[in-house]
């Protein structure tokens, strides 16, 4: 029958228009039409409120939607309405079946046996749907879970967690599920589901894996003492893991920067415990290399997708000299989406090591004959130091990633002289700093707007002074910095943006410091980043951005400066202290760069004090920035390829 006809009769009756409209709810269904099936239904119900064979086909619509808990309820509303009936009990054993639940799909198959057939026999119950047995051997008991970690890998960690949240309306009960819930909702700033995910596991129960991800939850949120005794845990229950130290190599940058040696102790413990070289180190001489090529450099990483690094990587692909370098990516994580298809457009080679050993993926490195082989992700997510302590290329370079590490094989790590100083040795991180005249990175404002808005202070009656950076990095030392500088500057707000979106525990905790200190009432934490998600909206609301301590923020100085608003940093201690003060003096910025907290509130009272000099240096400080080495990428490329040479 076309589902698009309707059966006509001569002179119907009501029971032959009702058969009628199942038959055309039934032929939408089979051809997958769901929009004209739920009509179809939706009019039988009218004409017959509760009226079974529409409820059960509605119930099977649901079910191809993946809406199973309605599904569910559907078909048992139907069943109720004609408990006598053979189909209504099919769809119910077939649909517990395939949902893995055998104890209720027996017990409708078997009452099934008991009970008459449906006048409209298959017209009603597509065959799908009454054959139990295939229905058993189609079972999918965690198609939802099976589905989050498909999102989770494709970086799609908020679908991620609504189909594990899915999964968990069918299998209640399901620990592995509840452990992918915690990851996701971690990874979305849903602290509070984490810590459900965790209370359900058990604390006697809990895998190493558990105790990992609690740690980086209460960490996000600035528990440091809990993220501790969390990451301890974890490394106890899995002492060979590398990750699991690693994380906590990441709390602790966190929690202290560089201040006090506490990374370099941790890095050089780490290198000590986990680095395992297959033959010692060796550097090939400059005479060995062979000039009649292009040079051969690695990019390894595993942030190799859309994000910050692929914003730094992908236009010095795109630059460089073909004559000169040749580009090969290698990612360490699966996830591979339209920043990633960019980048291997401009490579000469794209390989994924995700789940190769350190050994073996050195081996792949050498296998292609690499020159250079640069490290992008320090301790970060899918770290590759043991593979890098392998020697993969004949120079190991340290250069981009999380809490960099000390002691891993490289010959150089890239910076330049803001962040490494050339009276101070960088720890153990290479053997040599590689230090640029201008600055260690080029910012490139792709996705910016192109309107700079105007002063905010213009429209209303404080000056706004923003902050930017993750929730648990902002600690008693921001608190203190920002209460003198709102006593130099009356009537000025501090506006935090929360730019993990993270739940009510990190922005509690910030709000409890403020209220310590006496400055509750001039602090405010927002979802900026709601405004526009590439990263510049936000600062649409600033009229001064201030850098936090201990951690400095690069990216968002850079971004900050391209729309007009001014940064006002601490000189800050070691190479994550320092970034901002980077970005400033590669920004022709200097005077915006203070030795204490006391002088830069001292800047910004005199800054605010006359709006009219602030509101033209929004509108003319992108055009004085776009000309410096911070946003000249075609240079930096040139810089980075003549460094390659100089190794």
Not at 366 to 389: E, K, N, T, W, Y
Request: with cysteine; glycine share 6%; hydrophobic share 45%.
């Amino acid at each position: 029958m076309n589902a698009d006809t309707a059966q006509i009769y001569d002179n119907p009756t009501d029971d032959d228009v009702m058969d009628a409209n199942v038959r055309d709810a039934r032929a939408f269904f089979d051809v997958g039409n769901y929009i004209d099936a739920l009509d179809a239904c939706e009019g039988m119900l009218a004409r017959r409120p509760g009226c079974a064979e529409a409820l059960l086909l509605l119930g099977l619509i649901s079910f191809e939607l993946d809406e199973h808990q309605r599904a569910l309820a559907l078909l048992a509303q139907a069943h109720d309405k004609a408990p006598d009936v053979r189909e209504y009990a099919d769809a119910l054993a077939c649909v517990n079946a395939q949902l893995g639940d055998s104890t209720e799909a027996l017990y409708y198959a078997k009452l099934a046996t008991t009970l008459s057939p449906h006048p409209l026999g298959d017209a009603l119950l597509p065959e799908i749907y009454s054959n139990f047995f295939q229905s058993f051997r189609n079972a999918r008991p965690h198609l939802f879970r099976n589905r989050a970690q498909r999102q989770l890998d494709k970086g799609d960690a908020a679908n991620a967690l609504v189909s594990c949240e899915k999964q968990l309306e069918l299998t209640p009960n399901d620990r592995d599920t509840w452990r992918l819930l915690a990851l996701t909702a971690l990874e979305v700033g849903n602290i509070e589901r984490v810590l459900d995910s965790s209370e359900f596991l058990g604390a006697d129960s809990l895998l190493a894996s558990d105790y990992e991800v609690l740690a980086r939850a209460l960490a996000k949120v600035g528990h440091f003492d809990e993220a501790e005794q969390a990451h301890l845990n974890a490394i106890e229950g899995a002492p060979d893991n590398p990750a699991f130290s690693q994380s906590r190599i990441r709390t602790i940058a966190a929690r202290h920067g560089n201040s006090g040696g506490h990374l370099e102790r941790e890095n050089n413990a780490w290198v000590a415990q986990y680095v395992h070289r297959s033959e010692p180190p060796q550097k090939r001489l400059p005479s060995a290399v062979n000039r009649d090529r292009p040079l051969r450099i690695a990019y390894v990483g595993g942030e190799l997708h859309a994000g910050p690094l692929a914003d730094t990587l992908t236009p010095i692909l795109v630059l460089h000299d073909a004559r000169r370098v040749h580009a090969y990516c290698y990612t360490a994580n699966a996830r591979y989406d339209m920043a990633s298809e960019n980048m291997a457009q401009h490579c000469v080679r794209w390989t994924d090591i995700h789940g190769v050993d350190p050994v073996t993926a050195a081996e792949i490195i050498r296998g292609d004959g690499i020159d250079i082989a640069v490290d992008l992700s320090g301790h970060g997510p899918d770290s590759q130091l043991q593979m890098f302590a392998q020697r993969p290329a004949p120079v190991c370079v340290s250069w981009l990633g999380a809490a960099l590490p000390a002691g891993a094989g490289f010959d150089y790590l890239l910076a330049n002289e803001t962040l490494v100083p050339l009276d101070e040795v960088a720890g153990n991180t290479a053997q040599t700093i590689y230090r640029f005249p201008a600055t260690h990175i080029a910012h490139r404002p792709l996705d910016a707007p192109e309107t700079i808005m105007p002063l905010p202070a213009r429209r209303q009656p404080h000056i706004t002074i923003g902050v930017v950076a993750p929730l648990a990095q902002l600690g008693e030392s921001c608190i203190r910095h920002w209460s003198e500088i709102l006593a130099s500057v009356a009537n000025a707000r501090i506006v935090i943006a929360n730019v993990e979106r993270l739940d009510g525990a990190a922005v509690t905790r910030l709000y409890e410091m403020a209220a310590a200190a006496g400055i509750r009432d001039r602090i405010d934490v927002a979802d900026l980043e709601e405004i526009d998600p590439s990263g510049y909206g936000f600062f649409d609301h600033f009229d001064i951005l201030l850098d936090p301590q201990p951690n400095s923020r690069f990216l968002e100085t850079c971004r900050a400066l391209w729309m007009g608003v001014p940064v006002l940093a601490i000189a800050g201690a070691g190479y994550l202290g320092r970034e901002a003060a980077a970005a400033l003096r590669a920004a022709g910025r200097p005077e915006w760069v203070f030795d204490t907290n006391q002088a830069r509130a001292a800047a910004i009272a005199d800054l605010v004090a006359d709006l009219d000099h602030l509101a033209k240096l929004r509108t003319a400080l992108r055009g004085e920035v776009a000309t410096t080495a911070l946003y000249d990428v075609a240079g930096f490329t040139r810089a980075l390829e003549q460094a390659y040479y100089a190794m």
